[in-house]
């Protein structure tokens, strides 16, 4: 009994530890595959390296013309230094500058909308600049005003009474020449009088210290004392009440104007107030002759240092061939110089073309070497182009490194024992073809990368591993080769590097919790977006985009996504066949399996529409004990669904599928050793059913595990009680036991005991859940005492809390429901 209490991690341990021990060899494959693969150009060294002195003197073996690669780069490079940059117009910064004079402009209209239109009245009343002084006017000018128009009203009232009392004397009385002349010297007192007091009213308020605004004021009031010369004076009238809503108008302006300086302080120098007194056709042409101007400079380009004196001319020049008042130039000038900003930039595409172009246009330089001629003399430093030639000659030996070598077979074997250790604590057990799968896809990465491409399989393994073997396996593996790669692999940019294995490291993590092929194709994508946006920050970043090669950088990044994508199509297609060849199961083929439309699961359904049923039932009750256990969910409810498909060989002899029927083992069979021979072949069959649909091994250990070694209770009760009344004949207990083997995981043993309480718990009806719980225990207790769950890890307080799990799921199926009264049929 000792062995049933083994612990989970150490059953796993012992496990792996063993298959170790039986594949020793896996070991040694590992070491020398990757020490060969990873150091393969240790292998053939030469013996002469760039920068040595050299022992001897070479000379040419025949003659021969030999390009100088290097030579011919340096003139390539010196072509490409002479080019002219290609400039193009930067369309955001032309949007930028846009946007900006909108803004400004739009401020200015909001302005003047609360204003309203300028000039306000009609010009022949009232000029421009009158009507400027009007609206803008102090209150003290604007009262002065306002009693002047309104004396004069009044005198005009006067002069009009006695004009007529004159002509009523003149037709009543023309000889009376003296009451004529009376009236005459009356008129003119009056005048005197009202035109000495409305002067005298008048200097006080204007007051003598301001003749400008006097002068203005005085003739303000000429244009209006013309204007009322031809017109009413309910007229004036009109124009005094337009002219006091004006005045509201510009001071809430005003107002407004001192809100937008309190929050943007360069609003002073733009001059609000000054743009305000333009008429609206002078703001009209203003602010086309900005837009225009803005474009057209613009459309020209302005070249990055672009002195600002250049600029500023440029923008004088387009703004004094206009007839604009002074205040509207100012403000042209000041807006266009603040706003306006370099929007040339070099463009890539043809900068490329064009330094290809030169590059093309640069011939090789070919060198000719006789036969006998120095190549390099004793003790001279050896240069790229003297390796070259020799190369060219094969003049130089070649040697196996043979300490490189051994220092990185060293490290690889560190590097197995780290893996080593991650994957005992790893819950899964892996198989040699499994470590052999791993082995595989790592040896991928290094070999693309010797084919001098840093486009390698960093998709590919992260996803595979990850779905798989879990994302500590995957991530483990992707780390390691981050370590290992750069060592012999200098001429791959660290950048790719760092970039697949960021990609690698998102595939690791997010692999295993995919559910189907879809999903792990959309982790493709974000992978090789990943990769793709990763290479160009670090680009950015170490190389600097300001050096003319932010195109060339955008381009690689764009081919480092793509090459991330088609890996990770590579992947997603070689899932499907590594599982099927590794006999693998990942989340997404437990998936596609457990789909109730795979053709085994409707030849179930409907060949043994009753084990079907059960096997629902039984599926429900397990996968709910194994989520609570941490167990292997998708493993339970796929295997649950294939562990009685072995009935299907013979129906009715499986009481749930008789419905009702004539049981055949009491009616045709009725022999205890036949019925118990046909129960046991529920299992051999289903071994070779799930064969036949290449269903895995990991699915086919629920067919003859979820029975186990378990007695046919029924027919070998009934063997025994023949063998009583006969006693010739001895009864064998094997011969009504399942073949095996029991349970060798915990998944297998949380369908065993939900297979064997479905039936029990099925049977139960009117009963509380403290009745329920009593016979599952009972069944369970059963199945430990008969040692059927030694193997499996389960303890025996887990027994207790799936006891629980069984009752709870029961009474989610038997819940009560209401009771309908019942209706006559005519009702």
């Not at 130089?396 to 604590?425: C, Q």
């Not at 045709?668 to 051999?684: R, Y």
Request: aromatic share 8%; hydrophobic share 40%.
């Amino acid at each position: 009994m000792a062995r049933v209490v083994i612990k989970n991690s150490r059953f796993y341990t012992l496990k792996l530890k063993k298959i170790l021990r039986k594949t020793p060899i896996l070991f040694a494959i590992a070491l020398i595959s990757l020490t060969c693969v990873i150091g393969h150009s240790w292998y053939s060294q030469p013996q002469i390296k760039v920068g040595s002195i050299t022992s001897e003197q070479f000379l040419a073996p025949s003659s021969k013309i030999i390009e100088n690669k290097y030579a011919t780069q340096e003139q390539r490079q010196k072509a490409i230094s002479n080019l002219v940059p290609v400039l193009t117009v930067d369309k955001s910064i032309n949007q930028k500058v846009t946007q900006k004079l909108e803004t400004i402009l739009t401020q200015v209209n909001d302005i003047r909308d609360i204003t309203g239109s300028f000039p306000y009245y009609d010009t022949f009343a009232l000029s421009i600049s009158t009507q400027r002084y009007l609206r803008s006017a102090s209150n003290n000018d604007w009262e002065a005003f306002q009693l002047n128009v309104a004396n004069r009203q009044k005198q005009s009232q006067f002069f009009l009474q006695t004009r007529n009392q004159k002509s009523s004397l003149v037709k009543t009385n023309q000889s009376n020449s003296r009451n004529i002349t009376n009236n005459k010297a009356r008129e003119k007192s009056y005048k005197q009088e009202f035109l000495a007091t409305g002067a005298s009213k008048q200097q006080t308020l204007l007051g003598s210290s301001d003749l400008n605004r006097s002068g203005a004021l005085v003739q303000a009031l000429a244009e209006v004392e013309t204007y009322r010369l031809t017109t009413s004076d309910q007229s004036i009238s009109a124009l005094t009440e337009r002219l006091t809503q004006v005045r509201q108008a510009y001071i809430q302006a005003k107002d407004r104007i001192s809100e937008l300086i309190s929050q943007n302080s360069r609003a002073k120098e733009y001059g609000y107030e000054k743009l305000v007194d333009l008429t609206d056709d002078e703001w009209r042409k203003t602010q086309t002759l900005i837009e225009q101007t803005a474009a057209r400079i613009l459309t020209q380009g302005i070249s990055p240092g672009l002195a600002p004196n250049i600029l500023r001319e440029a923008i004088n020049l387009n703004i004094q061939s206009s007839s604009l008042p002074k205040e509207a130039e100012v403000f042209a000038n000041t807006v266009l110089l603040e706003f306006l900003q370099a929007n040339l930039k070099i463009d890539e595409a043809k900068m490329q073309a064009k330094t290809k172009l030169a590059a093309d246009e640069v011939k090789p330089v070919m060198v000719e070497f006789k036969q006998g001629s120095v190549i390099v003399n004793k003790n001279e430093k050896i240069t790229d182009w003297h390796f070259l030639v020799l190369e060219t000659y094969g003049l130089i030996d070649r040697e196996v490194n043979w300490l490189a070598l051994s220092v990185l077979a060293t490290a690889i074997t560190g590097a197995i024992l780290i893996f080593i250790k991650v994957d005992k604590h790893v819950e899964y057990l892996k198989r040699a073809r499994d470590y052999i799968l791993i082995l595989l896809l790592t040896l991928s990465t290094p070999l693309v990368l010797t084919m001098g491409t840093h486009y390698t399989t960093w998709s590919t393994v992260s996803m595979l591993l990850g779905s798989f073997y879990g994302t500590r396996i995957s991530i483990t593996v992707i780390g390691l080769l981050l370590v290992f790669l750069p060592l012999n692999f200098s001429s791959i940019s660290t950048i790719a590097l760092l970039a697949g294995a960021v990609g690698g490291f998102l595939g690791s993590c997010m692999a295993q919790k995919r559910r189907s092929r879809e999903e792990l194709g959309l982790l493709g994508i974000a992978i090789a977006v990943t990769q793709g946006s990763v290479y160009l920050v670090l680009k950015i970043l170490l190389e600097g985009a300001f050096n003319g090669k932010l195109y060339s950088i955008f381009i690689d990044s764009l081919l480092f996504t793509c090459s991330g994508l088609c890996w990770s199509v590579v992947a997603l297609g070689l899932s499907s066949y590594l599982e099927q060849l590794f006999d693998l199961v990942t989340p997404i083929r437990l998936a596609e399996l457990a789909n109730p439309n795979r053709p085994l699961l409707k030849s179930l359904a409907a060949k043994t529409p009753g084990t079907f049923q059960h096997t629902l039932f039984v599926a429900s009750l397990a996968e709910a004990a194994a989520s609570q256990l941490g167990c292997n969910v998708e493993l339970v409810r796929a295997g649950t669904l294939y562990h009685d498909i072995g009935k299907m060989h013979d129906p009715k002899a499986f009481i749930e599928n008789q419905m009702g029927g004539p049981n055949k083992h009491d009616t045709e069979i009725n022999d205890p050793w036949l019925s118990a021979a046909i129960i046991k072949k529920h299992v051999s069959e289903g071994l070779v059913i799930a064969r036949k649909h290449r269903l895995p091994s990991a699915i086919q250990a629920f067919i003859p595990q979820h029975q186990g070694t378990m007695q046919i209770a029924y027919f070998y009760h009934q063997a025994q009680q023949i063998a009583k009344s006969n006693p010739h004949i001895k009864v064998n207990e094997a011969d009504f036991r399942y073949d095996g083997p029991i349970p060798q995981s915990r998944e297998t043993a949380i369908v065993m005991l939900a297979d064997s309480c479905e039936a029990a718990l099925r049977s139960l009806k009117d009963t509380t859940s403290e009745k329920a719980l009593a016979v599952v225990n009972n069944i369970l207790r059963g199945r430990w005492q008969d040692n059927q769950l030694i193997d499996s890890g389960l303890t025996r307080a887990e027994m207790s809390l799936i006891a629980e799990i069984f009752v709870e799921v029961w009474q989610q199926f038997h819940h009560k429901r209401i009771a309908y009264p019942k209706f006559k049929p005519g009702n």
